[in-house]
């Protein structure tokens, strides 16, 4: 017993009906997109695990006056 039931043959009957609906180009370059978006996701998290993110400048983001000085600079 295979996966979840399934045989050995029935598994290679499906793959046989896959390669002769898509045909082994598109399969093959199928492959190859899969591969690289892996790569690339797999080298995002290297990434990211390595660098934390960094701000460009460390400046606050605002800068409030407390209520008092808002009210007596609006009543002038």
């Known amino acids: 017993m295979g996966l979840g039931g399934i045989s050995l043959w029935q598994l290679l009957i499906i793959l046989l009906i896959v390669v002769l609906v898509f045909g082994t180009k598109k399969i093959r370059g ?4 899969l591969g690289g978006a892996v790569k690339g996701f797999r080298d995002a998290m290297n990434d990211a695990e390595k660098e934390p993110p960094k ?4 400046s606050e983001d605002a800068s409030f006056e407390p209520e008092e000085k ?3 600079s609006a009543k002038q």
């Open 70 to 72: 808002q009210k007596s």
């Open 55 to 58: 701000l460009e400048d460390d």
């Open 30 to 33: 199928m492959g190859k997109d």
